[in-house]
């Protein structure tokens, strides 16, 4: 009993990116003691673009306390139009309104996000130290963990890896890598009026042509900024030959403005000439996704992953933060609520499957996604006959996304097991 008892004294979390500093806000709420360690100095940067934030994600920080202060530095946007070579309107999808899941689209830079989840994490004075390189597992037990941060051993009652994409923690349970999924994206910024706009255009949309798809939205909370994009199909690289091409602005610009002619699109090649002019600006993001995992936890349950760590996903989900702020949630409220009579290992694994559940399905729209983004010859057809303009259809099938019952299934849960 005095091991279940433990669990909660302390909590090592491996990185301060979105993840982990929600889930050390969400514990501190708790009155869980936790700290974090970040590889990064205090001052490192963090990726130059924005994030959208689904009424999912909404609701996390709602719970959190942060949604308005958040909300305030954020774009809103209701839905997202898809739009043709002419500028037409073929679909309104993404719809997202208040009055359906109770709170709309909010777009953000990640920095912004970034600096008031920070701020939130000073004010519950949860310790973090930075330039701590995580290296490994030394032990588990059934009563904590020892790990080693720059060359000193550390000891907790649970270890919680959320840090990203290339996850140190993630080789303590497993071989698995992220595996390319051969697209990749480039995307940089522009001032909103740099644009001659059609009248009544809607600015969060996506314009397919014949080359492919070009996809925009507004960053900023007045959408005087906004963010523009081309995915495109592209040969695997390792990880310095991204890096290479990512600091290389003539190469970025040669494949965002490739068969830059055949776009009849006013508003793309606009934006292309627009984003030339800011080259050294321009960003590359190449399309990862982890394998499905059989388990985001060690066997004696005192290791596990969230986030990116756990489940990366393409950006083309749009969920990537959304998951992340519910896994960090969502593991805060299971840890709280979990009867001395529930072994960790049995919530962990009720947890996991809850949380795929959801992960599974984000994956598969993103494939849909990626899909209708090819040039016009390589889209499956079915991707070129959508229905979900339906409006009604289209409504239906966001309900499970945007109006998630996790905290129903977890009380639900244990209820049962008590």
Request: net charge negative; glycine share 6%; charged share 25%.
């Amino acid at each position: 009993m005095a091991a279940e008892i433990d669990i909660l004294d302390d909590i090592a979390i491996i990185g301060a990116g979105i993840a982990g500093i929600a889930l050390a806000i969400a514990l501190s709420q708790r009155s869980i003691p936790c700290k974090i360690y970040e590889s990064k100095s205090k001052d490192a940067g963090t990726l130059g673009s924005g994030v959208t934030l689904g009424p999912n994600g909404c609701l996390v920080l709602d719970r959190l306390g942060l949604f308005d202060r958040v909300a305030s530095r954020s774009y809103r946007t209701e839905s997202h139009a898809v739009k043709d070579a002419q500028g037409n309107t073929t679909t309104i999808g993404n719809v997202a309104t208040e009055e359906l899941y109770g709170y709309s689209h909010h777009r953000i830079y990640r920095l912004t996000l970034f600096q008031e989840l920070r701020a939130a994490l000073e004010e519950c004075k949860v310790p973090v130290q930075y330039d701590a390189k995580f290296d490994k597992v030394i032990e588990e037990t059934d009563e904590g963990v020892r790990f080693i941060v720059n060359g000193e051993i550390q000891k907790a009652s649970l270890l919680i890896g959320a840090d990203g994409i290339h996850s140190v923690v993630r080789k303590h349970l497993t071989s698995e890598l992220p595996q390319y999924l051969g697209l990749a994206c480039i995307y940089g910024h522009v001032p909103t009026d740099s644009i001659a706009w059609p009248r009544s255009f809607e600015k969060d949309c996506t314009i397919q042509d014949d080359p492919g798809a070009f996809f925009m939205i507004p960053e900023v909370h007045d959408g005087t900024e906004m963010m523009a994009a081309r995915q495109f199909v592209y040969p695997a690289l390792d990880r310095a030959g991204w890096e290479a091409l990512a600091a290389d602005p003539d190469a970025l610009v040669s494949l965002l403005c490739k068969d830059y002619h055949q776009w009849k699109s006013g508003i793309v090649k606009s934006l292309m000439d627009q984003l030339q002019l800011r080259k050294d600006g321009l960003l590359l993001w190449p399309f990862y996704r982890m394998p499905k995992l059989p388990t985001w936890a060690s066997p004696t349950a005192r290791t596990i992953i969230i986030g990116d760590a756990a489940h990366a996903m393409p950006p083309s989900s749009a969920q990537g933060v959304n998951q992340a702020l519910e896994d960090a949630y969502t593991l805060s409220l299971m840890l709280t609520l979990r009867s001395p009579g529930t072994s960790l290992t049995e919530a962990l694994d009720f947890w996991h499957g809850m949380r795929q559940d959801r992960i599974d399905a984000i994956l598969k729209m993103a494939e849909r996604t990626n899909a209708k983004r090819l040039p016009k010859t390589e889209r499956p057809v079915a991707t070129q006959v959508d229905k979900s303009h339906d409006l009604p259809h289209a409504l239906d099938d966001l309900h499970w996304l945007y109006r998630p019952t996790m905290e129903e299934e977890i009380t639900a849960w244990f209820g049962i097991r008590t």
